[in-house]
């Protein structure tokens, strides 16, 4: 090697590591607490007993699935419940990743898009409010 030449740097620090997808803060419950549409802990069937016409919904704590957080709504005279945050912790529909729940729930709110799942979709009309 040359005098005054630089040794070669070692291979890890020549290549960017891979880009990672880097999931958003997980939604704190403080955060959702604010939301009328926010329900806590509560089961599938009394989450159900809430809904009066398609378009209705509400955001609540899943009861068998600690951590995960469930989109209950009518569509079509029948309840659907969707999770909300993939396995990564990344808030998301079919085809968009959002920032946090609030942020899924207020664009489809504002665009009148429905969220696509797997076998439906869910228009968001109606937000059941909870009790204060």
Request: proline fraction near 10%.
């Given at each position: 090697?040359a ?26 419950e ?15 069937r009394?989450?159900?007993?809430l ?7 509400l ?27 993939d ?10 990743l ?10 489809h709110?504002q ?22």
């Amino acid at each position: 090697m040359a005098a005054g030449a630089a040794a070669p740097l070692p291979l890890e620090d020549q290549w960017p590591s891979p880009p990672t997808r880097r999931a958003p803060i997980a939604p704190t419950e403080e955060q959702l607490r604010q939301e009328p549409w926010y329900h806590g802990q509560m089961s599938r069937r009394a989450a159900e007993k809430l809904l009066r016409a398609d378009g209705d919904f509400l955001v609540r704590d899943s009861v068998t699935n600690p951590g995960q957080y469930v989109l209950t709504g009518m569509h079509a005279g029948q309840p659907k419940h969707l999770l909300l945050v993939d396995p990564e912790g990344v808030v998301r529909t079919k085809d968009v990743l959002f920032e946090s729940i609030s942020h899924l729930i207020d664009y489809h709110l504002q665009n009148g898009q429905p969220i696509v799942a797997a076998e439906s979709e869910l228009h968001l009309r109606g937000v059941v409010k909870r009790e204060p």
